[in-house]
């Protein structure tokens, strides 16, 4: 009998343990959520703002912490589009048209409420998916959801993360220090350098990635950019069909901060920006632009957007239904777009520096998400197991999941 090698992908591994982060970072923002209305809140808002060196404690989970999670994340983006389920044209095009749409229509919406003002400068806020909250929920409703739809899933938030990424630097950049942009440079030359020169050892990486994050920080690029910098350079061993490389330096990598991203890092995040008193919240604040363009850019936006993308892809024969999986099932997984949580808050965090603004922005992010993932819990878990794949061409025939829901 042989041994099924361990998965070395974070999104594999994420599958393979059901999602485990996303029921922990739903468990943080709770517990956020209440220390924040209880006679702990006072406390709770001045750790956050504590100084800690150079840089609050907020600062140093949201500059520092964070960027560490945007290294997974670019470590993820790479192994996918060079090895994974991203590697050719046509594996992106249902997941890269899903996000697209899904970035753009949850944007319009929120524009609708906020078109003309300042608060314009959150349009980005609605347009991020949470995988591990999305994966989280899959996982609470077991084999009910086709393997395809959880790979689906997790390849429209690896593109969604890059849009995101994208969208950071390009949009979310104040005034650069053009002396501390150039040493981010040198730095990041020098780790092109060393994987074009074949290094392989993760120590001269790191190091340097260090320098390059302290130097982004400094030019006025937010400091996370440096993660996903540096995750371009790691070097990576492709071996497609077959088990990651153990020996390939990027897989190593991405394999040692999963655990520690998923399990600490975005739970500490969560619970560092999820905490919003309620505790006389008027229903001004409710009803505000922010607040409204969020919820409902989430809510609305991103199924309007994911679904009807997906439903012109495969009438185009751009690309086919994920295998096994029931129109009724992709619409569900659809609506778990909507739950915007991590990336949701970390952007708007970057739009607004105001007390207020920051207040409705949270309050959106947590009503849109949060309705986003009971209805796409409540849609999945009615919808039928399995479609006449016989009687229906735009079924992706996959043997992966030809047995149905639950085959892997």
Partial sequence: MTTRPRPLSAIRAALTSEAGGGLVLMA????ALVVANSALGPAYAQALHAYLGPLSVQHWINDGLMAVFFLLVGLEIKRE??????????????PGLAALGGMVVPALVYLAFNAGGGTARGWAIPAATDIAFALGVLALLGPRVPVSLK?????????DDLGAVVIIALFYTGGLDLPMLGLAGLAFALLVALNRLGV?????YLLIGLALWFFVLRSGIHATVAGVLLALTVPIRTSPGRPEDPTSPLHRLEHALMPFVTYAIVPVFGFANAGVTLIGLSADALLHPITLGIALGLFFGKQVGVFASVRLAVALGLAARPAGATWRQVYGVAVLCGIGF???LFIGGLAFTDAAAQTETKLGVLMGSLLSGLAGAVVLALSPSRPRAARDPSVARDPRVAAGPGAD
Avoid: E, H, K, Q
């Avoid at 943080?28 to 517990?31: I, K, L, Q, T, V």
């Fill in 28 to 31: 943080a923002a709770a517990a």
């Fill in 81 to 94: 589009a060079l090895d994974g389920r991203l590697r050719t044209w046509p594996d992106r095009a249902l």
């Fill in 151 to 159: 790979v689906f899933l997790s390849a429209v938030a690896i593109v």
């Fill in 200 to 204: 392989t050892r993760l120590g001269p």
């Fill in 342 to 344: 991590t990336m949701s």
